[in-house]
């Protein structure tokens, strides 16, 4: 069992006695005790759940990388070639074309190693923009 799974275990076990103490106390009944225990120990799976979709969505609206110049890829195509000192690191798309990626812009890598800017990172949400 690795420290994650401790955790959730044990919070799941603290979540569940908390809940059926005050329910216990409250309608001071053994049947509430139960359902306390049963709510409490699944609140932690269900705040996991819910921060897991919450992630998802927000990595299907900003994606890492956006998809390359032919639209034949998407953000998960992309292979590392390089990581380069200045903080920027190379990628290739399944279609073959080299991308040059730092912070905030993506340009491609020409053949004869110019670099063509292709889009950036715009201010507050970080969505990708195509550069004009």
């Not at 569940?16 to 409490?40: D, N, Q, Y």
Request: charged share 25%; with cysteine; glycine share 8%.
């Amino acid at each position: 069992m690795n420290a994650f799974e401790m955790i959730l275990v044990l919070s799941m076990v603290m979540t569940g006695f908390l809940f059926a103490r005050f329910l216990g106390v409250f309608w001071s009944s053994r049947i509430f005790e139960f359902i306390g225990f049963a709510l409490g120990c699944s609140l932690p799976v269900l705040i996991l759940w819910f921060v897991n979709k919450v992630a998802t969505k927000w990595h299907e609206f900003h994606p890492l990388r956006p998809p390359c110049r032919k639209n034949g890829c998407s953000s998960t195509d992309y292979e590392l070639i390089e990581c380069l000192r200045t903080g920027s690191s190379v990628y290739r798309c399944k279609c073959g074309k080299k991308y040059l990626q730092d912070e905030k812009s993506f340009a491609e890598l020409l053949e004869d190693g110019t670099v063509h800017p292709y889009m950036r990172k715009n201010g507050l949400f970080g969505r990708w923009e195509r550069v004009k």
